[in-house]
Every structure is written in structure tokens, then in C-alpha cells.
């Protein structure tokens, strides 16, 4: 038996192209969850009420403080307990969200510290609603310098996906660990897991990258 | 919830916190050596040992880490290697967050400033001895709140040997939930378990050695 | 020893296309004091940066004491130095910073001791002892165990002075070191450098713009535009009866500047 068998390498395909199926959906549903609630996370935190920032700021904190297996765990058992099922679809994709919402949210906030302060007074001077202040004069200067931060999530929460096996759902790295199970031969399947999680991390980077440059181009800011 | 129960998931999870605990600590001083070394490397003058620097980091960051874990717990007995899962937790999530150390150390190093290099150059000391005595103990100070960051990273990481049959506090919780069937109580004592090792050990143990390191940059301190 | 202290030698500097010196060739003498000024750009800050060798040349040889510094002889012919000769011959030269570049993790005591014990073998004691000397020298004996962030910018100059001359060197460069400095704390500075070109047998090199101490500490003045040295002389012929029509911009346009 040769260490590397090719043969399994093409039956273990169409088990890591339904995986990775399952891998790219998550990523993509869950990290558009994580960009919009990590900003309102972001703009909650900048509340002028102390209790809410603080309120907020402690939640960020014990979010990105546990893991988000147990976060997993949580959300998807403790429902049933009490007469709430949530699919395991909604509560893997949803927590995964959640947790990265709460990183995402440290980063639009450096973004948004970041923005000169004259603008804030620039805008009061104008007599400019604080909603479009922030809309039209502070958000579009924040968000292109933290593209590249925001991207680095990105593709860590796509690594992260994997978590989602212990809710059965099946990625592809579950799907990789199935077949080597059946077939007695874990090196191949598992192996163009890792592969494919690091093609798709050098490809993710170049795409931030190239996000990066555009909006910051598109906003004049480079 | 019977008494037998919950004698058994007290001790059980009490066990799981202890076993988080002692896989964090070996977990991280993997993480720490083979970040500093590896992150030296990075920044070596000669290209190959720079090229293998790159080429560690990338694959330990680009991999996910439960990859990493299946690779050392199902490929590597193919190979005859056969680790127990306490090597694998320590060595594969250690070696995992390592990748990250190493690129924190690079971005240190060439943080410090360049008249630092330049003043060490005009003084004359040997290449190991600038790095050891004037660069690296100025980049270590500068990159100590990111590596607070990491480790309790790291913390959360251990998580995942739950896929690998160790009954650390997140399988101890899911054990004891199973068994009891109050899942709220149980996970949600683990969430504040984690979180009290994150904030009440790692945090303040890095605080601690920021204001050591940081004395001599604090007029205040010095004062 | 009739062979010059420093020689530059057909020393060619290029960024890319920009060429910043341009076939500099310039002897100092042994224990001469050499100011170089000029607009900026003008490639006088490379030429200490050179010497130092934090920069390499793309073109001539720089001699230190009659030997190549930039290159050695390797059967018969030259080859660009090797690392071991570089150090060997860096040992002869010190240098002073615009922005001081002391160790911040350091002490006043450890920055000039650090060197010494490290590179020069000394031992802890000796070393503590003649850095103890040189910190009370350039007035700070009181401040020894102070760490940079505790001194003024004069007091750091001041240290990276005694640092650079704990080293023993036969060369001192002056890199602009009194550009980053508050006004008033330029002339306790200033100070040390007189006093040190006064008792010690000191080649000096400095880039200032302070043609007030150029005029009356140096030996000769080079003036320096586009990458070559346009008129050097002695002070007194630079600053009074300049030849070339750019010194004379350079030097009304300063003196304007106050």
C-alpha cells in the first residue's frame, strides 16, 4: 500500500465538492451577518450613554473571550431545552456570524476612530443630521482603511467552518474525515482539505486586496 | 437533577477546566518557542532560511487548525508516528497558533525603528548580539498586548480537541449536559469558565509583564 | 604617515537613478575637523552614512588609515569586503545621530557600557568605570542611571556621544546632531563637541547647519550641491570670500534665515 494513492484522491472529490459546497455557503451567509451586525455593534459602542457602551464593549469582550464551539453548542442545545428548536443550519451559520460580528466590530471601531475629528466638526458646522454625518461623511473615510482587517476575518472565520461538524453539519473537512473513515485511508481526503483551505485563504487574500484598492480609489483616499 | 448526576458533572467539569488549563499552558509554550524561533528565521539575511520562515507561517495559518489536529491524530500513524491525543492537543495547537506568534515577532522586529539597527551598526556589535540585546528586547515589549490577544486565542482553540477525545471543559460540558439534560446551566457555566481563565489568568499575567517590560518607556514608572 | 585618516576615492552613491554622490573623492587628515554643509539633498548626510557603512557604495573605495574599507584585497585583487573586515574596520569609527538612537530599554550607564563588554571584550567593570568617566565629561555624572525617556534631548545627545566614544574611536561623525534639539538646549551640545575636538586626538566629520560653530570649530568646509563638493576651503575663505556663485546663494540664504 503506496503512502499516496491517487485512486483516492478522485473518489474523495465528490465527498470534498459537497463539503466544500456546504464550507463556501456558511462562510459567505455567515460573514455578511458578521459585516452588518459587527457595525451596528460598532455604532452602539460609540453611544454617547455610558451603560450602553459599556453594555456593548462587555459583550464584545465575553464573545470573542469563549469558544465558538461552546458559542455553537449553545445556541443550537439550549433551545430544545425549552421547547425551541433552531435548525442546525440557523444556529451554526448564526453563532459563527455572532462571533465574528464581535471581532468585526473592534475593527470598524479602530476604523472609526481613526477618522479625523475635524470632521465631525466640519459636519456640525454644516448643520448635517448625525445620521447622514455618519452615512455620507464618516463611514465612507472609516471602512476602506480597515478592508484588509476585516478581509483577515474573513478568512479566518471560512477556517472556523469547520466547527460546524459538531452540529452535524457536513463541511468538507467532516466530509474529508467521513471518508477516510469508511475507506480505512485518512492522508489523501484529509490532506486536499488542508490544501484546499490554504488555496482558498491565498485566493481570499488577493480578492481583499484588490476590494482594498478599489474603495479606497473610489473614496479618493489613496 | 439527580444528586449522582450532578456529583458526577461537578467532577467532571471541574477535571475538564483543569485539563484546559494544563493543555493551554504546554499548548503555549509551544507556541511562544517556535514563534520566536520561527519568527527570527523570517527575518534572517539569508534568503532559503527567510523563504522557510514564510513557507511555516503560511502553511500554519493557512490550514485550518482541526486540519492540522486530523492530520497529526489520522495521517501521522501512517507514518508510524503515533502521538497520544495529549501531544496532539499540546503540539497541534501550539504549533497552529505558532504560525500567528512567528508573524507577530516579524512584524516587532521590523517595527523597531530603523536608527535602532543603524546606532547598532555604528557600535559595531555582531549581528546576534544587536538582535539579542538592543532589538529583540524592544520588540518583545511592542508585541506583548498582541500576543495577549493570541493566547487567549489560543485558549479558545483547545476547544477543538472535543473532535479528538479529550475531555477538556467543552466535552465535559456537552458530557455533563447530555448526562443531566440542563443544558443552559452547563454550557453556560463553561462560557464563564473560559472567560474567567481568558480575563482573570492570561490577561492580567500579560499586563503584568507589559509594566515589567514597560518600565523603563513610562516617566510615571520610573518616577 | 603622510596617508590620509579617511579617503573617499571615486565614490559613487546612486538610489535607483538619482545619483546621489557623484565621484566624490575627499582626504581628512589625521585629527582634522571637517564640516560639511549644504542644501538638503545634497548628498551630505550619505557621505557619513557611508563611512559608517550603513550605506554601500555603487562605485570607488573608501580608505580608512590607508586601508580599503569598503573592499579587501583577495589574491591580488579587490573584492567588495566581507562582513569580518567591515566590523574590523568599523571598530575605528563612531558615530552621532540627528535623532540619537539611544536604547530605550537602557540606562544612560548601560547604553555606553553595552558596546564595550559585547563587542570590545571589556570587561564590566573597566567598561563601567571609563563610561562613568565619559557621561561625567559631557556633564551628566548625575544621570547615569536615568533611562532616555527621563533625559532632555540635549542630555540624550549628550550620552550618544559618551556611548559612540566609549568605542574608542579614531573617527567621529556628527550626523546634523543638533537638528532635533529645542533651541536653547543646541549650546550644551555644542559644548561637548568643542571640548572634545580641544583634548582629544579626534578625527572629526560633522553635517551641521550651524555655520556659527562650522566657522569657528572646523579646520576646513565643504560645501556640498548636487551630489559634489562644490568649494571647500578653510572657514574663514568659505564664509568670507566664497568663489562659486551657489555657495554664495547657499551661505545669504542661511545667514537670511538667521
Known amino acids: ?222 | ?223 | 604617515m603622510s596617508e590620509p585618516m579617511v579617503r573617499f576615492e571615486n565614490v559613487t552613491k546612486r538610489y535607483g537613478s538619482l545619483t546621489v554622490l557623484d565621484e566624490l573623492n575627499l582626504d581628512i587628515e589625521r585629527n582634522e575637523k571637517v564640516s560639511i554643509i549644504g542644501p538638503s539633498g545634497s548628498g551630505k548626510t550619505t557621505v557619513l552614512r557611508m563611512l559608517m557603512t550603513l550605506e554601500k557604495i555603487n562605485d570607488g573605495v573608501i580608505w580608512v588609515e590607508g586601508e580599503p574599507m569598503t573592499h579587501e584585497q583577495k589574491n591580488g585583487s579587490m573584492v567588495p569586503a566581507s562582513d569580518r573586515h567591515l566590523r574590523r574596520v568599523r571598530g575605528k569609527i563612531g558615530m552621532v545621530f540627528q535623532h540619537f538612537n539611544l536604547f530605550p530599554h537602557m540606562t544612560a550607564l548601560q547604553n555606553c557600557i553595552e558596546a564595550p563588554v559585547s563587542v570590545l571584550g571589556l570587561g564590566k567593570q573597566e567598561a563601567e568605570q571609563r563610561a562613568a568617566e565619559l557621561l561625567d565629561m559631557v556633564g551628566l555624572a548625575d544621570k547615569k542611571g536615568h533611562f532616555p525617556i527621563q533625559l532632555s534631548g540635549g542630555q540624550k545627545q549628550r550620552v550618544a556621544i559618551a556611548r559612540a566614544l566609549a568605542m574608542r574611536p579614531k573617527v567621529m561623525l556628527f550626523d546634523e546632531v543638533t537638528s532635533a534639539l529645542d533651541p536653547e538646549l543646541v549650546g550644551e551640545v555644542l559644548n561637548v563637541i568643542r571640548q572634545l575636538g580641544a583634548e582629544h586626538d579626534l578625527t572629526m566629520l560633522m553635517v551641521t547647519h550651524q555655520m556659527g560653530f562650522a566657522k569657528e570649530f572646523s579646520d576646513r568646509v565643504c560645501f556640498f550641491y548636487g551630489g559634489k563638493i562644490a568649494e571647500q576651503g578653510s572657514p574663514d575663505q568659505l564664509f568670507n570670500d566664497p568663489q562659486e556663485e551657489r555657495t554664495r546663494q547657499f551661505l545669504s540664504a542661511v545667514l537670511e534665515a538667521g
Not at chain 1, 448564526?94 to 465631525?120: F, K, M, N, P, T
Not at chain 1, 490554504?198 to 484598492?213: P, W
Request: charged share 10%.
Open chain 2, 1 to 223: 437533577m439527580s444528586e449522582f448526576a450532578l456529583g458526577f458533572s461537578v467532577a467532571a467539569l471541574t477535571k475538564g477546566v483543569l485539563i484546559t488549563i494544563l493543555i493551554t499552558l504546554g499548548a503555549s509554550l509551544v507556541a511562544i518557542v517556535f514563534g520566536l524561533v520561527v519568527g527570527l528565521l523570517r527575518v534572517s539575511p539569508r534568503r532559503p532560511v527567510r523563504w522557510f520562515g514564510v513557507a511555516y507561517i503560511e502553511f500554519f495559518r493557512g490550514t485550518s487548525m482541526l486540519v492540522q489536529l486530523y492530520w497529526w491524530f489520522f495521517v501521522l500513524p501512517i507514518f508510524g508516528i503515533t502521538m497520544s491525543p495529549w501531544t496532539v492537543a499540546i503540539v497541534g495547537v501550539g504549533m497552529n497558533v505558532s504560525g500567528y506568534g512567528a508573524e507577530l515577532v516579524r512584524a516587532a522586529i521590523q517595527g523597531v525603528e530603523r536608527g535602532q539597527y543603524e546606532a547598532s551598526i555604528a557600535l559595531n556589535f555582531p549581528r546576534l548580539t544587536m538582535m539579542r540585546r538592543i532589538i529583540l528586547p524592544q520588540a518583545i515589549r511592542a508585541m506583548l498586548p498582541a500576543w495577549g490577544n493570541l493566547l487567549i486565542e489560543l485558549l479558545k482553540g483547545t476547544s477543538l480537541i472535543f473532535f479528538i477525545t479529550i475531555t477538556e471543559l467543552t466535552t465535559a460540558a456537552k458530557l455533563a449536559a447530555d448526562a443531566t439534560g440542563n443544558y443552559l446551566l452547563f454550557f453556560a457555566i463553561a462560557l464563564f469558565g473560559y472567560y474567567f481563565i481568558a480575563r482573570l489568568m492570561i490577561t492580567p499575567l500579560v499586563r503584568w509583564l507589559e509594566r515589567r517590560l514597560g518600565r523603563a518607556y513610562s516617566r510615571e514608572a520610573l518616577a
Open chain 1, 1 to 222: 500500500m503506496s503512502i499516496w494513492d491517487w485512486y483516492y484522491v478522485w473518489e474523495a472529490l465528490p465527498f470534498l465538492y459537497r463539503g466544500a459546497v456546504i464550507t463556501v455557503q456558511a462562510t459567505l451567509i455567515g460573514f455578511a451577518i458578521a459585516l452588518v451586525l459587527g457595525l451596528i455593534f460598532a455604532l452602539i459602542r460609540q453611544s454617547n450613554n455610558r451603560i450602553v457602551n459599556n453594555a456593548m464593549a462587555e459583550t464584545v469582550e465575553f464573545i470573542r473571550s469563549t469558544p465558538l464551539l461552546l458559542q455553537i453548542f449553545f445556541v443550537y442545545f439550549v433551545g430544545p431545552q425549552f421547547g425551541i428548536v433552531i435548525p442546525a443550519w440557523v444556529a451554526g451559520i448564526g453563532v459563527l456570524g455572532i462571533h465574528y460580528a464581535a471581532y468585526c466590530s473592534e475593527v470598524y471601531r479602530a476604523g472609526i476612530e481613526a477618522v479625523d475629528g475635524g470632521q465631525w466638526e466640519a459636519s456640525i458646522a454644516l448643520n448635517l443630521s448625525r445620521a447622514r454625518t455618519w452615512r455620507v461623511i464618516i463611514l465612507p473615510q472609516a471602512i476602506p482603511p480597515i478592508v484588509p482587517g476585516l478581509g483577515n476575518y474573513f478568512i479566518g472565520m471560512f477556517k472556523d467552518t469547520p466547527i460546524l461538524a459538531a452540529i452535524a453539519i457536513l463541511e468538507m473537512l467532516q466530509q474529508a474525515k467521513n471518508f477516510g473513515a469508511e475507506n480505512y485511508r485518512y492522508i489523501e481526503a484529509i490532506t486536499m482539505a488542508g490544501f484546499f483551505y490554504l488555496v482558498f485563504s491565498l485566493i481570499a487574500s488577493v480578492i481583499v486586496q484588490a476590494v482594498s484598492y478599489w474603495l479606497n480609489r473610489r473614496y479618493h483616499l489613496q
